[in-house]
Nanobody
Framework: QVQLVESGGGLVQAGDSLRLSCAASGRTFSTHTMGWFRQAPGKEREFVAAISWGGGNTDYADSVKGRFTISRDVAKNMVYLQMNSLKPEDTAVYYC??????????????WGKGTLVTVSS
């Protein structure tokens, strides 16, 4: 059974940093693009970042570019999202995803249950 388990969320102040982790189990995703979406209260789920299977290609939403960094450890089946200079508008539940796309959530193969990030002003 495939499982994606996110961790690392929490309550921080604007300007702080957080590192989210996603542990994948049940199968290896070494040949899959992995990434993150987020969903703020009352809003649709939106693309945040993606990383190719080899880690050589990354993609970011314009709203996080330059502040967030996605990485992965293929051997450990882990994906990370380093979030710096956090803003209140980054407040959302962050979801780990297999085969994410900036086009939207419809093509995602697997989802985690999410981890809440709250940024206070």
């Amino acid at each position: 059974q495939v499982q994606l388990v996110e961790s690392g969320g929490g309550l921080v102040q604007a300007g702080d940093s957080l590192r989210l982790s996603c542990a994948a189990s049940g199968r290896t995703f070494s040949t899959h693009t992995m990434g993150w979406f987020r969903q703020a209260p009352g809003k649709e789920r939106e693309f945040v970042a993606a990383i190719s299977w080899g880690g050589g290609n990354t993609d970011y939403a314009d709203s996080v570019k330059g502040r967030f960094t996605i990485s992965r450890d293929v051997a450990k089946n882990m994906v990370y999202l380093q979030m710096n200079s956090l803003k209140p508008e980054d407040t959302a539940v962050y979801y780990c995803a297999v085969n994410p796309s900036r086009r939207g959530p419809d093509g995602v193969d697997y989802w985690g249950k999410g981890t809440l990030v709250t940024v206070s002003s």
